[in-house]
């Protein structure tokens, strides 16, 4: 499988937004989703969401879901995780992983990016 | 669905046998995924469906179990394997991580 590549690491203020993209080299994310995790500084793994990467259609984590927008080029073969009204908690490691094209039970996380860290701070 | 993972940390030796437990508040059937992650690194994918060994994983990983409790087993410790290890359901949405099992040296 292709790795991904996400984008490079973002310092915010509160408040604002941020865009995170997910670049599969080599394979395309066509007939995949795309999940994105998060990982607070020492902290577990927390998803926030899913992508079906041809169709677009969107599942996310209640506690993101209205600030959360998840998003897919197909001609760049790159998704997009953008999350707006920042908090000093939503700094994280955020992973893009390779996912299957539904959200049916018994999918797991085979390709993983390399993560990009955000930082939330005035 | 919550998972809860014990013990949050232990202390092994080379050659030793660990084992993880992971509890699910509902039933998953068998969809649960485990995890390792070293520091500064993404996941990688160990055991899928509960018993499957993903393509590359050695075979001193296994797991085991049904319903809502469910094992990580690593026989014969290596040093590589000192590591972070999570559990995850896939039966529902949202996907839900356990807060993780640190395995460190003895």
């Known amino acids: 499988q292709a790795p991904l590549v996400q984008s490079g690491p973002e310092v915010k203020k509160p408040g604002a937004s941020v865009k995170v993209s997910c670049k599969s080299s080599?394979?395309?994310?066509?007939?995949?989703?795309v999940s994105w995790v998060r990982q607070a500084p020492g902290q577990g793994l927390e998803w926030i969401g899913w992508?079906?990467?041809?169709?677009?259609?969107?599942n996310y984590a209640p506690n993101v879901q209205d600030r959360v927008t998840m998003t897919t080029d197909t001609s760049t073969s790159t998704a997009y995780m953008e999350l707006k009204s920042l908090r000093p908690d939503d700094t994280a490691v955020y992973y893009c992983?390779?996912?299957?094209?539904?959200?049916?039970?018994?999918?797991?996380?085979?390709?993983w990016g390399q993560g990009t860290l955000v930082i939330v701070s005035a | 669905i919550q998972m809860t993972q014990s013990p949050s940390s232990l202390s092994a030796s080379v050659g030793d046998r660990v084992t993880i437990t992971c509890r699910a508040s509902?039933?998953?059937?068998?969809?649960l995924n485990w995890y390792q992650q070293q520091p500064g690194k993404a996941p990688k994918l160990l055991i899928y469906?509960?018993?499957s060994l993903e393509r590359g994983v050695p075979s001193r990983f296994s797991g085991s179990g049904s319903g809502t409790e469910f094992t990580l087993t690593i026989s014969n410790l290596q040093l590589e394997d000192y590591a972070t290890y999570f559990c995850q359901q896939s039966y529902s949405t949202p996907r839900t991580f356990g807060q993780g099992t640190r395995v460190e040296i003895k």
């Open positions: 080599g394979q395309t994310f066509n007939n995949y989703g």
């Open positions: 469906s509960t018993l």
């Open positions: 509902q039933n998953i059937i068998n969809y």
């Open positions: 992508i079906n990467f041809d169709f677009g259609n969107t």
């Open positions: 992983a390779r996912d299957w094209d539904h959200l049916g039970a018994g999918s797991n996380f085979v390709d």
